[in-house]
C-alpha cells in the first residue's frame, strides 16, 4: 500500500505539470461480445454497484498533495465491475458506474445476430447511448481508471459517450479492459481521439476472474512519471 500511495503521489505531480493543457470498426468477429460473457460472470440484472460517485464508506479522501482518483467503468455481464471494485480498494478510490439508460438485455448483447442491439451500435459510428446518471463532481478528480469490456475488438460505444460528456483535459485517463483473449490496444485509438487533452496511459487487458493482487500488482507496475525507475 505504502507503495501504491508513493505512485499517487508521483501522479500528482504528473497532473501539476499537465494542468495547463486541460478537455469503429469491426474486428475479427472471434474478438466479440461473448468475451466478456466467457467467464462465468454474474448477469447484469445482479450488479450492485449504483450510478454516480462512490459512497463515503466505499471511498477514503485523499491526503493532501495527493491525486485525487475515480474508477469509471461499464459492465453489462459483471466482469469489468469485479476488476472495478479491485481497483477502488487497491486505491482507495471513488466508483462510478456507468450505466446505459436503455439496460442491455440478453438479446441486446447476442453477438451471434447481426440485429442485436449491442452490433448494431458497434456498427454505427455514430451510436452514443444514453447514460442514465452523470457522475457527480467529475472536475474534482485528477485520474480517471476507465473500465470497459472488448465488444469486436472496441470500447461499446457507451464509452464515448462518457468521454464526450465531460472535459478531460490535463486529466490522467488509465484504460482497463475485460475479455476472453483480445487486447486493449484495438480499443485505444479512437477513445483517445474523444479526450486529445488528457494524459493516456496504455493500459491493461484482464481476464474476468482477475484478483485483488492481479490487480494491485499492475497498479504498483505503472510508470506514472517518465523516469521513474531512475529516480527522477
Known sequence: MRRI???????????????????????DPSQSIQEEQSGGEIPSSTQSAPPGAATPDESEPPADGEPKVLVAYFSATGSTEGIARHLQT??????????????????????????????????????????????????????????????????????????????????????????????????????QALAPNARWLDGQRFSGGASESDVASWVEGLELLPGADEGT
Do not use: H
Not at 505512485?7 to 474486428?27: D, E, W
Not at 456498427?123 to 457522475?135: F, K, L, T, V, W
Open 90 to 191: 487497491v486505491l482507495a478510490a471513488g466508483l462510478y458506474q456507468i450505466v446505459p439508460e436503455d439496460p442491455y438485455t440478453s438479446d441486446d448483447l447476442n453477438y451471434s445476430n447481426d440485429d442485436c442491439r449491442a452490433n448494431q451500435e458497434q456498427n454505427d459510428p455514430d451510436a452514443r447511448p444514453a447514460i442514465s446518471e452523470d457522475a457527480e463532481n467529475m472536475e474534482d478528480y485528477d485520474v480517471v481508471f476507465l473500465g470497459y469490456p472488448i465488444w469486436w475488438g472496441q470500447a461499446p460505444k457507451i464509452i464515448y459517450t462518457f468521454l464526450e460528456r465531460y472535459d478531460f483535459d490535463g486529466v490522467t485517463i488509465v484504460p482497463f479492459c475485460t475479455s476472453g483473449s483480445s487486447g486493449i490496444g484495438g480499443s485505444l485509438e479512437d477513445l
Open 5 to 27: 500511495l508513493a505512485l499517487l503521489a508521483a501522479l500528482a505531480l504528473a497532473c501539476g505539470l499537465t494542468a495547463c493543457g486541460r478537455t469503429a470498426t469491426q474486428s
